[in-house]
């Protein structure tokens, strides 16, 4: 795993500098207190220090850290970099890249040449699995979008690949969430190595850019932190839920709000002018695949909790409908999950199951439980109910927006694609996407139509 931080050398922007500097801006009548006024001030780390350990870490949160990951492993993003809302990523998409035979991480303490024998098949497996669905799907795209096809491939095939694959990408965080990463990682129920791993590097790549931060550090490491648990079975008993893989649950009605140009405009002012919207909400349970999650996740205000993955571990994994529908590649697709969870059974009798995880497959289904405030998820529902979503998401939102209308929820109509939206708010272009439209027109269908869609 390599990691870079992109960060100005400068004294005026040295995160401690910052942080001090913007305390005694608060605490002292003489106006603004510039960084590069706290660099050699006496009593920098005396109040550095006693401000952190006191947990008033708004000051804390001031300097950023953009960071250049590579090599670390789809499970560790999941599990730990993605499970906040405090951070923004860009990753390579396995949707639209074709991944690559070197990018797996290995158990430390596995026996590499077996997993490299496994890592090779399963790609291996995938490449078949790209050359199967690709003409399968130019034969369902539009004219216009069968350039396309290898892509869409690309998404379905991606399910097999296993939780070791790796990816590259920009991560940025605050100093609080940085120190929290450095505390946390002791209490991660999988991937437990790799986070420590990149808990040193982060910490040394920071006190490289400021030393003086070395005391913060310290003492997050001794902070008791525990992972938390849920009783799924519990839940769902309590609840009475049925057999669908998701049941919307506890909802509390909103005050009236409307899908305006708030709503529909790009930059989602609805985020910023909060109305009746955040005033009510609900809670789902959701059974969806590792690879779904990881787009769920990005919905930093659904807040929701997953508990340790060996809790609730059952051989259950999701079939794309376009991939059930054709025989051979359902054969192939299923032989090839069926090899991996082998593997996995065998090596979690070896090394446990938090360092087994990386042989999981994208598509193993795990229960998650999300809250959202109705104005949040309106975005959410713009995003994932648009035909360029991916499908499992699509359908997992399609069912909460389904069961909040059959419950006739006030407002459960205005969640709806941004086409939709847009057209209904009288905004142009009707689709904001340009060169990715669809080539359906989404905004005249009505909502029990919008889910006829082939991928």
């Avoid at 709000?257 to 529909?264: D, G, H, K, L, M």
Wanted: proline letters at 4%.
């Amino acid at each position: 795993m390599n990691i870079k931080i992109l960060y100005p050398s400068d004294n005026s922007f040295k995160p401690s500098n910052i942080a001090v500097s913007s305390a005694r801006t608060c605490y002292f009548p003489g106006g603004i207190v510039e960084p590069v006024s706290s660099q050699d001030w006496k009593s920098k780390n005396m109040l550095l220090t006693s401000i952190f350990e006191a947990g008033h870490h708004t000051t804390l949160q001031h300097a950023h850290f953009t960071i250049l990951i590579e090599g670390m492993s789809r499970h560790l993003i999941w599990r730990l970099l993605h499970s906040h809302p405090y951070y923004n990523s860009e990753q390579v998409s396995q949707r639209y890249a074709k991944m690559k035979i070197d990018a797996f991480v290995y158990p430390a303490e596995g026996n590499k040449d077996k997993w490299e024998e496994f890592y090779t098949f399963v790609f291996g497996r995938y490449e078949q699995l790209i050359l199967l669905l690709e003409p399968i799907m130019k034969s369902v795209l539009p004219k216009f979008k069968q350039k396309e096809s290898v892509k869409k491939a690309q998404e379905f095939a991606r399910y097999v690949l296993p939780q070791g694959m790796s990816a590259y990408f920009y991560h940025t965080i605050n100093l609080v969430t940085a120190l929290r990463y450095v505390g946390a990682v002791k209490a991660l129920p999988e991937s437990q190595m790799e986070a420590q791993e990149f808990a040193d590097k982060l910490e040394n790549e920071i006190l490289r850019i400021d030393p003086d931060l070395k005391p913060l550090f310290d003492f997050a490491k001794k902070e008791k932190v525990i992972f938390p648990s849920m009783d799924m079975m519990n839940l769902k008993e309590s609840k009475r839920f049925g057999n669908s893989n998701v049941e919307v649950f506890d909802i509390c009605d909103s005050f009236d709000f409307e899908a305006n140009e708030n709503y529909s405009s790009v930059l989602r002012f609805s985020q910023l002018f909060e109305d009746g919207g955040v005033l009510g909400g609900f809670s789902s349970y959701m059974k969806i695949s590792l690879a779904a999650d990881a787009q769920n996740q990005r919905h930093r205000r659904s807040f929701a909790t997953r508990g340790k993955l060996e809790n609730n571990y059952k051989k259950e994994y999701y079939i794309p409908p376009i991939i059930a529908k054709n025989r051979d590649v359902l054969n192939l697709y299923t032989d090839t999950i069926e090899k991996i969870y082998k593997f996995f059974d065998d090596k979690k009798a070896k090394l446990g199951f938090g360092e087994s995880v990386y042989a999981l497959p994208n598509a193993h289904l795990i229960e998650i439980i999300e809250r959202n405030d109705f104005s949040s998820f309106h975005h959410k529902a713009q995003m994932r109910l648009c035909y360029n979503a991916q499908q499992e998401i699509f359908d997992a939102v399609y069912g909460q927006v389904e069961q909040l209308r059959l419950k006739n929820i006030k407002n459960s109509d205005k969640f709806l694609p941004p086409c939709s939206i847009r057209g209904a708010a009288g905004c142009f272009p009707i689709c904001p996407e340009g060169s990715r439209y669809c080539g359906e027109k989404v905004w005249k269908k009505e909502f029990d139509k919008i889910k006829i869609r082939e991928i």
